[in-house]
């Protein structure tokens, strides 16, 4: 069966440096890829998503992710973080038709 | 932008008590809704997959006479958790997936937590 690892469970960066969060699966194969992020006390949001195409995906608020299906990752990225960007982020990987397999999550804390 | 509401927002209740949780499409129409529950510092696990029509499909491990799911119209789904017990004790997620939109994007509610007694 499917599986995401995400491998950093704590991040602490500071404001403008640059962030990396790791993502692999485990099924190869054709993938649709999520990453969605929640900020304290809200709901799930989504970020981005691949399906097919550019492995280079942007999304939302800067950020983007990467699918090298080689290495089967998709981690995310965003070359200068913000103090709103604490959040807990979720990488996800649909399996068969409409199962969302998530990651356990990571969260991310930027000080000022 | 799709909005999925979910209420009550928090509950508790005692031990043996049922609990229902709305889910709700409030700008599309969802022929499948989700399930899921959140444990502290741990991801999101589906339980059900909820479809408009017809009867749930649960997952391994998880017990449909105790979490009852309907999915009575296009935009709305009840999670029924029956005779809760203190490990019942759980943040509730619900998602959705616009019927209309191909890319099989959920969008997720804000979810309910649950405290048994």
């Known amino acids: 069966a499917q599986s995401v690892s995400q491998h950093n469970h704590h991040v602490i960066l500071s404001e403008a440096a640059s962030l990396e969060l790791g993502c692999n699966y485990s099924?190869?194969?054709?993938?649709?890829l999520f990453w969605y992020v929640q900020y304290p006390g809200q709901h799930l949001q989504l970020l981005l998503k691949y399906f097919s195409g550019d492995p280079l995906v942007k999304g939302i608020k800067g950020f983007e992710a990467e699918f090298i299906k080689s290495k089967f990752s998709f981690n995310l990225r965003k070359p200068s973080v913000q103090w709103s960007d604490t959040a807990e982020y979720f990488c996800?990987?649909?399996?068969?038709?409409?199962?969302?397999?998530f990651g356990a999550g990571t969260r991310l804390a930027v000080h000022p | 932008g799709a909005v999925v509401s979910q209420h009550p927002s928090r509950v508790i209740c005692k031990s043996g008590t049922s609990v229902k949780i709305e889910c709700r499409s409030l700008?599309?129409?969802?022929?499948?809704m989700f399930w899921y529950r959140q444990f502290p510092k741990k991801s999101l696990m589906l339980m059900a997959t909820?479809?408009?029509?017809?009867?749930?499909?649960?997952e391994q491990g998880v017990e449909k006479d105790k979490f009852l799911i309907n999915h009575a119209s296009l935009t709305l789904s009840t999670l029924t958790v029956t005779s809760a017990h203190p490990e019942d004790s759980s943040f509730y997620i619900c998602?959705?997936?616009?019927?209309?939109?191909?890319?099989?994007?959920?969008?997720f509610g804000p979810g309910t937590r649950l405290t048994v007694l």
């Open positions: 909820s479809n408009e029509g017809s009867k749930a499909t649960y």
């Open positions: 700008d599309f129409q969802a022929t499948t």
């Open positions: 099924y190869g194969g054709t993938v649709n």
């Open positions: 998602s959705a997936r616009d019927s209309l939109d191909h890319l099989d994007t959920q969008y």
């Open positions: 996800a990987v649909l399996w068969g038709y409409n199962k969302l397999i």
